[in-house]
């Protein structure tokens, strides 16, 4: 079936920071891709998002490229804020309509000053 | 963005005792909501799709007599976890739709803990 892996964290920078946090898939079909946002306390919210190859999904400073060759979503910041600490999801969707969302393990991202 | 409200935030019970977890959509009606479970250290895995006014449908391998979906309203989906025993320890969160190829919105979960 579908999946979704992506790199254990928890991952620790400093400010300013190059962040990349590593994504990829596994999908019959053509996956829509996404990347959720976890802050303390908070829902999961939608970062950015991906429907189809070469496709380059870009929020907040975050972007990540669709690449099928290599089945992956990687997400990158080129610098990164203590305000970024939070829990990164990579998901992806088959269905149309309603998105069920295939979720990886998520990332733990902790930005010290 | 649209508020999705997720109720309680943590709860803690005793084994054999039933949990219920809402869901509710504060600025939007909702015709679909999802539930999703995620134990230490592995995905969040989608449990049942919740449509208004219908039955949950539930994904392999979930019970659907342990685990109660209700979807009374388009604002509110709410979830029992019946006779919860220690393997129920969770977190839980749910997600809700507006409509058709619409963005989900998720709630901030429910960390339970049976003891």
């Known amino acids: 079936g579908d999946s979704v892996t992506q790199m254990e964290g928890p991952v620790t920078l400093s400010e300013e920071a190059f962040l990349t946090i590593n994504c990829t898939y596994t999908?019959?079909?053509?996956?829509?891709l996404f990347w959720y946002v976890q802050y303390p306390g908070e829902g999961l919210q939608l970062l950015l998002k991906a429907t189809k190859a070469d496709d380059k999904g870009s929020n907040k400073g975050f972007e990540a490229t669709y690449r099928k060759e290599t089945t992956s979503f990687h997400l990158e910041k080129g610098s990164v804020q203590v305000s970024d600490s939070a829990v990164y999801f990579c998901a992806l969707s088959t269905s149309t309509g309603f998105q069920k969302l295939v979720f990886g393990t998520g990332t733990r991202l902790l930005v010290s000053p | 963005g649209a508020v999705v409200s997720q109720h309680p935030s943590r709860v803690i019970c005793k084994s054999g005792t039933s949990v219920k977890i809402e869901c509710r959509s504060l600025?939007?009606?909702?015709?679909?909501m999802f539930w999703y479970r995620q134990f230490p250290k592995q995905s969040l895995m989608l449990m049942a799709t919740s449509n208004e006014g219908s039955k949950a449908t539930y994904e392999q391998g979930v019970e659907k007599d342990k685990f109660l979906i209700n979807h009374a309203s388009l604002t509110l989906s709410t979830l029992t976890v019946t006779s919860a025993h220690p393997e129920d320890s969770s977190f839980y969160i749910c997600s809700a739709h507006g409509g058709i190829n619409t963005e989900a919105f998720f709630g901030q979960g429910t960390r339970l803990t049976v003891v």
């Open positions: 600025d939007f009606q909702a015709t679909t």
């Open positions: 999908a019959t079909g053509y996956p829509s």
